[in-house]
Every structure is written in C-alpha cells, then in structure tokens.
C-alpha cells in the first residue's frame, strides 16, 4: 500500500496500473481522468519511470503546455537540453542521486524513497521558469523486479522569490511529498544575495579581510554573514557549507 498524504490522487492510479507496468493506460479510466483534473488545477504533470531501465513509462497531458505537442514526452534528455546553463551541473549531481537511489532500492529488493529539489527549464514560449520535481521511488516485485518512479513536477517560479536559493530533500519522510509551499521550498537553503557573494569568496580561498575587502564592507560584518551562515545551514564550519554545495553545484 502506497502511503501518499499530499497527493492522494497517486494511489488508485498506481495501484491500477502497476501490476501492468504503467502500460496501456486507458486516458478515458476514472482514476487516470481524476489525476489528470488534480494535475490541471495545480498546472502540474507527472511522468512515470522505470529507474532501472532508465526508461520513462508514461507521461500525463499537461507535459505539453510546458513544453509543446512537437516534443516527446518519452524522450528523458528533454530536461538536459532544457535546462538554464548555471543549472546544469546541479541538474546532473540531482539526477546521479535519483539512479543512485533507484538503484539501492533494488539492490535492497524493498523500500521507497523521496528526492525532490527546483531547476531552472526553457518552457514552450522560451522563457526560464522555476520547475520543481519531486520523485517519489519504490521497489515494486510486480509485474517484474524493478525501482519506479512518478514523478511530479511544478512551475514554481512566482513561489523561489530568490535567485540565489535552492531546495533539495532526499529522505523517507512522505511530508515532502506534496504540492509545494514556502515553508517546503526552503528547505535546503536559501541565500540572500550577499550571503551567496561571501559563499562565492569562501569558496575561492579568501578569508574575511579580502571577502571585506572585495565587497567593501568591514570585517565585522563579514564575520556576521559568516557566523548567519552556519546557524542557518547547520554547519560546524564554512569549509563543510562550501563542500556540501559543490557536490549539490551550487557554486
């Protein structure tokens, strides 16, 4: 049994074609009409995948008032190529989690897990918006063994009022699985602009004096962005802040 609090309309739908594996889905089947509706208020759409066959299995209509009826919704490389350039390694370390999970979920032979976190994609009219995915990942033994994956996905360009943040959870916790918020967008972290400069300048080497130096700010002040810095990401030292975001690509 499928335990999804904050998108009920997912259950019946992989309940129903699952043990089918997610194939010969009928678009005129109440469940799937349901989800679609749920789908459409919220300008939203799921794709299914199989991770272990790195195959994407189905994808519901509102894929193409994203990114147009020419494009198709099985080709998986549709989010690289979309994607904004200074997103693009982030994109890739978020995608080599997603397989590493999916994949350790098979080894496992049990389990389900959740990763979610926001890129920036060029839609239909070639504009950048905010798009957040959220998979939630188990392993099914029917109709074979494998990882799936339904993904959600979600413009939420007018909710990350900030540039210079990101969100990223990769857990067991169900509660992050759910249409988003403000108060679920940030977590992982979320920078001001001047916190994300003294990030940059840490992370080149430069101790407070030339970070106050380059920003012509006082080193007091810069040791205050420092010691915010911490309390907010929950980190014991900036050198742990600036490795924890290279591996995510955040600089």
Sequence with gaps: MHNLPGYKYLVPFIESYLPAGFT???PNDQVVQKMEEELGMDKQFIYVADV???KILFTSKCFQDFFGPGVDPGDASVYISAAHPDDLQRHSIARNKYL???TDLFIEKK???FISTNIRIKNVDGIYINLLFQ???FFSEIPYPSTFAIMVLTDVT???KSRYGYHFYMGNDHAYFRFPD???LKTGNVFSKREFEIIKLISCGHDSMKIAEALFLSKHTVNTHRRNLLKKTGKATTYELVMELKERGII
Aim: net charge neutral; proline share 0%.
């Design 135 to 137: 998979a939630y990942l």
């Design 52 to 54: 272990i066959q790195l």
């Design 182 to 184: 403000d108060k679920l």
């Design 158 to 160: 007018k909710l990350m």
């Design 111 to 113: 389990g389900e897990a």
């Design 24 to 26: 010969g889905i009928d």
């Design 100 to 102: 590493r999970i999916g």
